[in-house]
């Protein structure tokens, strides 16, 4: 299978989806029945051999729970990152008030997530009847979203998974990160990452920058953004007062949860302002 034919029936799932329309039955308001959530997907390709994937066992990065390729799927060629950005209508309704996040938002969040579930299933069934074994860490039983080894919800490790689709999506050249910690791709940082290992042994994509943070500007938009104040030039973003401001949101519109004001109202939103043209 070629990368035009693979990325053209992925693309044409993502636009006829009944999973990326917000059904009138969900709506948090009637006039968000029929909302389409995400535009167009843009892919990334790394080996599943990419020095990158072992470089993300060390502490620094996620630590030694992270699972490489190999360890989630034996005979493992390639891994497949995937960016859905966030349509305009989305991203324009949660610039609106930058204390809370829009409904469209909240949408965004959970029933976008429940639509690149799909998604996913739907690219793994693809390879699988062309005869390569595939699958996608998230719908794992083995993905665990925290560190087996860190309890303190206060510390930075405790939300370190063993699978990062940005990381991978970093491996296969689709974006560097920001100051909010968020992946900002050609399409900007607006929008969801989902990843799927293949035995199928496609051309790896050459990451087109050198650093980890090239796309970002530091301009500091986020940090002003940020209703949790847990973002600062020092540290990036810090995962617990994030966390706990999530919650907050949650305690109100359960079980709808989100924010995105780093992914808004700031140059990287649906553009790279480091990319070289």
Request: charged letters at 25%; aromatic letters at 12%; proline letters at 8%.
């Amino acid at each position: 299978m070629k990368k035009e034919e693979f990325e053209k029936a992925l693309v044409e799932f993502a636009k006829n989806a009944a999973g990326n329309f917000l059904a009138k039955e969900a709506a948090l308001r009637p006039d968000l029945a029929g909302m389409r959530i995400y535009d167009d997907p843009i892919f990334g390709y790394a080996s599943a051999e990419d020095p990158y994937f072992a470089e993300a066992k060390k502490p620094e990065i996620i630590g030694p729970h992270f699972m490489t390729p190999q360890e989630w799927l034996s005979g493992a060629k390639s891994v497949i990152a995937v960016f859905f950005p966030f349509t305009p209508k989305l991203r324009e309704a949660n610039r609106q008030n930058m204390t809370w996040p829009s409904e469209e938002w909240l949408h965004g969040r959970i029933d976008g997530q429940a639509f690149q579930g799909g998604f996913c299933r739907f690219a793994v069934e693809l390879l699988v009847k062309e005869g390569f074994p595939s699958m996608t860490p998230p719908l794992d039983s083995r993905f665990s979203g925290a560190s087996p080894s860190v309890k303190d919800k206060t510390l930075q490790a405790f939300y370190t998974s063993n699978w990062s689709e940005r990381h991978a999506a970093y491996a296969a050249g689709l974006g560097t990160f920001g100051l909010s910690r968020g992946l900002i791709s050609r399409k900007g940082v607006a929008g969801r990452y989902s990843s799927i290992i293949t035995s199928l042994a496609f051309v790896p994509d050459k990451r087109p920058y050198k650093g980890v943070y090239d796309y970002c500007n530091n301009c500091g938009a986020c940090i002003r953004n940020c209703p949790a104040n847990a973002i600062s030039a020092e540290n990036g973003k810090l995962h617990y007062p994030c966390s706990e401001f999530l919650d907050s949101v949650k305690a109100k519109h359960a079980p709808y949860y989100g924010c995105g004001k780093c992914q808004v109202k700031v140059p990287c939103e649906d553009k790279a302002p480091g990319l070289t043209p």
